[in-house]
């Protein structure tokens, strides 16, 4: 059983940092796909970065030049640095994660939640203008 834990969300001011971190446990990581989800109220999720077990990246328009997605060489915590920051931003963030995922295409990962059987509880950020 796969198990996901977020952390590292809070409060900022409109251009500034946070890095958010999803601990992974249980995975063999071998084909594994993640991908960070937000969800603003109501609104749909949506997804904003996505890295493969092989270090290969993926982000909506929405995080290009502003959030970067990585993980530890181990493959058991991957991080969401997001700087920049906008109110717009704010949001639940969740980790989600296939671990058989290599297969699915970053435009589809992004796209479909619904892809994913294993989530996190989430972490809120929340950005004051």
């Known amino acids: 059983q796969v198990h996901l834990v977020e952390s590292g969300g809070g409060s900022v001011q409109a251009g500034g940092s946070l890095r958010l971190s999803c601990r992974t446990s249980?995975?063999?990581?071998?084909?594994?796909?993640m991908v960070w989800f937000r969800q603003a109220p109501g609104k749909e999720r949506e997804g904003v970065a996505a890295?493969?077990?092989?270090?290969?990246?993926s982000y909506a328009d929405s995080g290009k030049g502003r959030f970067t997605i990585s993980k530890d060489s181990a493959d058991t915590i991957a991080y969401l640095q997001m700087n920049s920051l906008k109110p717009e931003d704010t949001a639940m963030y969740y980790c989600?994660?296939?671990?058989?995922?290599?297969?699915?295409?970053?435009?589809?990962?992004?796209?479909?939640?619904?892809?994913?059987?294993?989530w996190g509880q989430g972490t809120q950020v929340t950005v004051s203008p």
């Open positions: 989600a994660e296939d671990p058989d995922g290599m297969g699915i295409s970053p435009s589809r990962g992004l796209r479909m939640p619904e892809l994913f059987p294993y």
């Open positions: 890295i493969y077990v092989d270090g290969s990246t």
């Open positions: 249980g995975s063999t990581h071998s084909n594994y796909f």
